[in-house]
C-alpha cells in the first residue's frame, strides 16, 4: 500500500507523527490534554503544510491547518485558526460534515464553511464519494437521512465513519476546504501573475509539537510580528521597587497593551504575548488575574476583549482580534493574534484620544498627523 495519497495536485503523507499537548477549551475555561497527528501536504503553487487530526481526552476531535505553512498567502489567511472540521459522535460512529468555503456575509473576503450541494461538492472533486469511501467511509448522505436530524443543518451533506478510520477526515478535509480554496485562489487571480507572488515562508516548526512552537517564536525574540508585555495592568517595574506598592488596574501599562494592538492593526498583524518580560521569560498573569472582578480565566478574558474594543472599535476587535491562554515555563501567559485592519485604526483610551500607531520594526510607533495621513494614503488595506 501506497504512503502517498495523492488528489487534484495535492500530495498527502501518509506516515503521520503524533505529538501530545493541551488545548485551551473556551467553554469550561480550561486545557484539555490530547493528541495531534501531523500529516504533511505539497500542492500548487509552492504549497507545503502541515494537517493536524486532534483528538482530545475528553473525546472532542477535529482536523485543522497547522501552523507550519508555506505557499499563497491568500490560502494561509483563509486557514490560519480557521476553518477546522469537526469530528463529531453519532450513535456509536462519527462523522464529520461535507461544507464548502464560502464568503462571509459581514466579510466577503472572509471565507466560512456554508452548506454545500451533492453537485457543487462533485464541481470541487467529481469522484470524492468513491474517495470517501475507498478511504473507510460507511455512508454518504444529507444528516435529515443519516441521523434524522431535524436543527437547521439538516440539509447538509455528512459521513458517517468508524473510530479506526479517521484517515478518511483527513481526506475529507483535503477535499472540503484546501483544494477548493486552492481553485478559489486560482479563479479570484486569473490572469493577474504579480499576486501569486504573494506567498508566506515556513514558520519553521515543522515537525515541533504545538508547546515546543510557542516556545520557538517566543525564544527568537521580539520582531516585526511579536511583540513581549510584561502584564495587562499590574505594574511589574514599580512593584518591583516600591515594596508598599499597591495592586491595582494602572491605565499607563493597560495602554501599552492598546497601542501594540492598534501597531499591529495599521501595519501586517502579529502576534503579542501579554505575561512575558522583554527577554522571553515567563512572568504570568496571575497578578493580572487578581484585579479582574470574576478573578477567574474566563473573567479575564471578557476584561481584556472589553480593554482592546473600547480602545480600537468593537468591530475591529470582533474579527480581527483572537485571545489565547496558552501555557509557557509552567505560566499562563496571554497570546493576542492580531489580524491585519482594512482600515485605518486610531487608538483611544483615557489618556490617549485619536492616537495613530503603527508597527515598524520591532517597535510600535505614534505618528503625527502628516506622517498618519501619508501612511493612510500608501498603505494597502487589502488582505
Known amino acids: 500500500m501506497s504512503d502517498i495519497f495523492e488528489l487534484s495536485g495535492l500530495t498527502l503523507n501518509k506516515n503521520s507523527r503524533t505529538y501530545s499537548g493541551s488545548w485551551f477549551h473556551r467553554s469550561i475555561r480550561e486545557h ?4 495531534a497527528t501531523v500529516f504533511d501536504v505539497q500542492g500548487p503553487h509552492n504549497l507545503e503544510a502541515e494537517i493536524h487530526l486532534v483528538q482530545l481526552n475528553n473525546g472532542e476531535k477535529w482536523v485543522v ?9 491568500w490560502i494561509w489567511k483563509q486557514t490560519k485558526d480557521r476553518l477546522r472540521m469537526t469530528i463529531t459522535e453519532k450513535s456509536s460512529k462519527l462523522s464529520f460534515d461535507l461544507a464548502l468555503p464560502s464568503p462571509g456575509r459581514r466579510n466577503p473576503d472572509v471565507y ?9 461538492l462533485c464541481q470541487i472533486c467529481d469522484n470524492y464519494s468513491a474517495i470517501l469511501h475507498n478511504e473507510g467511509v460507511l455512508s454518504i448522505g444529507k444528516r435529515e437521512d443519516l441521523f434524522h436530524d431535524k436543527s437547521s443543518r439538516k440539509r447538509y451533506i455528512s459521513t458517517v465513519v468508524d473510530y479506526e478510520n479517521l484517515f478518511a477526515a483527513v481526506v475529507g478535509f483535503l477535499i472540503t476546504r484546501l483544494l477548493p480554496l486552492i481553485q478559489i485562489y486560482e ?25 515546543q512552537a510557542l516556545n520557538n517564536m517566543i525564544q527568537s525574540g521580539e520582531s516585526a510580528y511579536v511583540e513581549f508585555k510584561p502584564a495587562i495592568w499590574y505594574d511589574h517595574g514599580r512593584a518591583t521597587k516600591d515594596p508598599n506598592y499597591k495592586l491595582k488596574k494602572e491605565d499607563h501599562v493597560s495602554d501599552n497593551i492598546v497601542r501594540t494592538v492598534a501597531g499591529f492593526l495599521n501595519a501586517d498583524g502579529g502576534i503579542l504575548f501579554i505575561g512575558v ?9 496571575e497578578s493580572d488575574l487578581k484585579l479582574t472582578g470574576r478573578k477567574d480565566w474566563d473573567g479575564l478574558e471578557n476584561e481584556l476583549h472589553q480593554l482592546i474594543s473600547n480602545s480600537v ?10 485571545i489565547e491562554f496558552p501555557s509557557f515555563q509552567g505560566k499562563r501567559i496571554a497570546k493576542v493574534i492580531v ?17 495613530f500607531y503603527v508597527r515598524i520594526g520591532n517597535a510600535t510607533n505614534t505618528m503625527s498627523v502628516e506622517s498618519a495621513f501619508n ?9
Do not use: C
Open 32 to 35: 484539555i490534554d490530547g493528541t
Open 65 to 73: 491547518m497547522g501552523e507550519s505553512f508555506a505557499g499563497p498567502k
Open 112 to 120: 466560512t464553511m456554508s452548506l454545500a450541494t451533492n453537485e457543487e
Open 187 to 211: 479563479n479570484l487571480h486569473k490572469g493577474v501573475d504579480d499576486e501569486f507572488t504573494h506567498m508566506v515562508g515556513s514558520t519553521g516548526n515543522q515537525g515541533v509539537n504545538p508547546e
Open 277 to 285: 518580560s522583554d527577554d522571553g521569560n515567563a512572568y504570568g498573569l
Open 313 to 322: 472599535s468593537k468591530e475591529v476587535a470582533a474579527s480581527k482580534v483572537k
Open 339 to 355: 489580524e491585519k485592519s482594512n482600515s485605518p485604526v486610531f487608538m483611544k483610551t483615557n489618556r490617549h484620544q485619536n492616537k
Open 375 to 383: 501612511y493612510i494614503s500608501q498603505h494597502d488595506w487589502n488582505n
